[in-house]
């Protein structure tokens, strides 16, 4: 199976701060149609998760442009560029180029 | 306005079956694949199973290989999982899930199955 590596697994940040997530994978995930399938998932407190990003930089529907996906090949980045109280919770990052689909571990993003 | 509802969660004892059901509503059901997605008490998520808009193709995680079926009725708009031979590390959040362009674009609030005797 991929192994998805998220990294840190928590981070603090002030509001009005920016925030920065790490995914790598143990392979490449350019698929052989030409198009990398990483996307990133917000679980608010309570809540199910919802998508942010798909296809490595692609904004879901209302999704604030706060949010920045950025990466190829093996690693990839979750930008956020100014923190907001909104936005804690724990943040997955996803591939699913490969048989069976897998989630990062998670990361816990709290407000100073 | 898209809704996933998930009923049939429940307590059951090791060994024992349980069959997930997912009503859908507000988009076109026989678009898309649907998945199936849990998340353990305090734990991450984990990708179980998706079924083609016909219900042709399935795919599984190997874990539940053999022990769950993903099925469809698209006359009903509704998304099911059977689960036999349940075991203590199936205990879950399971989430029904829409999938659009190989990302999983509205989850439902989730049913909580416990293995447990």
């Known amino acids: 199976d991929t192994v998805v590596t998220q990294t840190p697994l928590s981070l603090s940040v002030t509001p009005g701060q920016p925030a920065s997530i790490s995914c790598k994978s143990s392979q490449s995930l350019l698929d052989s149609d030409g198009r990398t399938y990483l996307s990133w998932y917000l679980q608010k407190p309570g809540q199910s998760p919802h998508l942010l990003i798909y296809e490595v930089s692609s904004r879901f529907s209302g999704v604030p442009d706060r949010f920045l996906g950025s990466g190829s090949g093996t690693d990839f980045t979750l930008q956020i560029s100014r923190v907001e109280a909104e936005d804690v919770g724990v943040y997955f990052c996803m591939q699913a180029t490969y048989l069976p689909f897998t989630f990062g571990q998670g990361t816990r993003l709290e407000i100073k | 306005e898209v809704q996933l509802v998930e009923s049939g969660g429940g307590l059951v004892q090791p060994g024992g079956s349980l069959r997930l059901s997912c009503t859908a509503s507000?988009?076109?059901?026989?678009?898309?694949?649907m998945t199936w997605v849990r998340q353990a008490p305090g734990k991450g998520l984990e990708w179980v199973a998706h079924i083609s808009q016909d219900g042709r193709s399935t795919y599984y995680v190997d874990s539940v290989k053999g022990r769950f079926t993903i099925s469809r009725d698209n006359a009903k708009n509704s998304l099911f999982l059977q689960m036999d031979s349940l075991r203590a590390e199936d205990t879950s959040v399971y989430y029904c899930?829409?999938?659009?362009?190989?990302?999983?674009?509205?989850w439902g609030q989730g049913t909580l199955v416990t293995v447990s005797s």
């Open positions: 507000g988009f076109s059901f026989t678009c898309c694949w």
């Open positions: 899930v829409k999938y659009l362009s190989r990302a999983l674009d509205y």
